[in-house]
């Protein structure tokens, strides 16, 4: 397990309710689904988290399986849902 933070951004701050928290997670499904646990998390953070984007260390995640996403130890995730906008 590692330990870092995770940073929301547009909705999923919204829906998360905090910019940022930590983390303490081996992979991102882990840190995703224990941010989805937390107490007073609504529905519609896990629909803004399907939707989303997301960055390691400013590294894209891209389309691999979020159980294949090792997380790294004081690393930081981005949360980016999609955004309007031109």
Request: aromatic residues 6%.
């Amino acid at each position: 397990m590692a330990k870092g933070t995770m940073r929301y951004w547009a909705a999923a701050k919204a829906a998360a309710g905090v910019h940022e928290e930590p983390y303490d997670a081996g992979n991102l499904a882990e840190a995703l689904a224990a941010a989805s646990r937390r107490e007073g998390r609504s529905a519609e953070f896990g629909r803004v988290v399907e939707r989303s984007s997301f960055l390691v260390d400013g590294d894209p995640v891209g389309a691999r399986p979020h159980a294949a996403v090792e997380l790294p130890e004081g690393g930081v995730v981005e949360v980016l849902p999609p955004f309007a906008g031109g």
